[in-house]
């Protein structure tokens, strides 16, 4: 937090709980002795004190239900929950992202998104850079059809001249005129014939079909483990952001949830005529057992439910990931007991 934005005499905690309390996001950098770092006036790590600001920060968001992303750098590992302080405890449950020397532009570009996904901002979608037109190959363009069009106008006056010489010369003769050939206006005018346009769903719906399964793949490993890394990689969006609240909801109860998909029916696909958009409606069977994180032990299950839904994907850097899903009336099913 930036000290020199807090007026004198104001009180620190007040101002860090008033400042994270209305916040989206707090990014948490870790370093390698972030949690050995001590204290120069008491010898304790500075994590163990009631009045370290970082650890007040961080727990003020956590109890908030904040956002907390922790950033891990120069090879600093996420600490577990036995070596952190109870009000900070539930960060070691917080999926880290790591920042690397290496690959630091890729790595600060994952945490920008992160950051938009968790503001509510969606990603933009990028643009294909359009090439300058130069203005010189256009200028030797312009003055080569100007001295082209100005000898066809010589050419046919000179023609003209040279057919009203040779009427006068043979003005006394009957000329013979060839018969014209009468044309309607639709043979007069060439007729353009459309290319034939490609089946764009037989060309998609393999790979659509591969990036739904996929989606459900990385949508029950992370409701499994509460860890939405393969998220990142095949949803994004307003689905991204649908799931992330999901975990978020599992971990503050502690709870995760073992799913299985036991059906699925696709019934309609639709992409857009750029080929950049489809549409895939499909009807899928799911149950599922939820374990406390404590002791794994079952918590409860929801038994076999169909949900119909229309999901919406786009394709990007040549892969379709998927964006939003609409379910169509569905009625989620009542936790019944475990079985025994």
């Known amino acids: 937090m930036d000290v020199t934005g807090i007026r004198p005499g104001a009180n ?62 120069r090879g600093a590992e996420m600490p577990s929950s036995a070596l952190l302080p109870p009000d900070v405890a539930p960060l070691s449950l917080r999926n880290a992202l790591e920042i690397t020397d ?12 992160a950051v938009e996904i968790a ?92 990036a739904i399964r996929q989606a459900d793949n990385a949508e029950i490993y992370a409701y499994h483990t509460l860890d939405p890394a393969p998220l990142y990689k095949v949803v994004t969006g307003e689905a991204l952001r649908s799931y992330l609240t999901r975990i978020e909801s599992l971990q503050s109860q ?29 009807i899928e069977t799911w149950s599922s057992t939820v374990h406390l994180i404590s002791t794994r032990q079952c918590y409860g299950q929801f038994p076999s439910n169909q949900f119909p839904q229309t999901i919406f994907l786009e394709l990007k850097d040549d892969v379709w990931v998927v964006v939003t899903v609409t379910h169509d009336g569905v009625t989620s099913p009542e936790m019944v007991p475990c079985r025994t």
């Open 12 to 73: 620190f905690s007040r101002v860090i709980q008033e400042t994270v309390g209305s916040c989206h996001v707090l990014i948490a950098i870790i370093g390698r002795q972030w949690i050995t770092l001590k204290d120069l006036a008491t010898n304790r790590p500075r994590l163990e004190l009631a009045n370290d600001y970082v650890r007040h920060e961080i727990a003020t968001a956590l109890s908030r239900n904040i956002t907390v992303i922790p950033v891990l750098v």
């Open 102 to 113: 290496s690959d630091f532009d890729h790595d600060a570009q994952r945490l920008i998104e």
């Open 119 to 210: 503001c509510g901002e969606p990603t933009p979608i990028p643009r294909v850079p359009v090439q300058p037109k130069r203005k010189n190959s256009c200028l030797v363009f312009a003055l080569g059809a100007i001295v082209a069009v100005g000898a066809l106008v010589f050419f046919l006056v000179v023609l003209g001249f040279l057919a009203a010489s040779n009427q006068n010369t043979n003005g006394g003769e009957e000329q013979t005129q060839p018969t014209p050939i009468s044309r309607s206006d639709d043979t007069a005018r060439p007729v353009s014939i459309a290319a034939p346009t490609p089946d764009l769903v037989a060309i998609h719906k393999p790979r659509l079909i591969s």
């Open 254 to 282: 502690g709870i995760f949830e073992v799913s299985h998909l036991e059906n699925q029916q696709f019934q309609s696909f639709k992409v857009t005529p750029d080929g950049l958009r489809a549409e895939v409606r499909v």
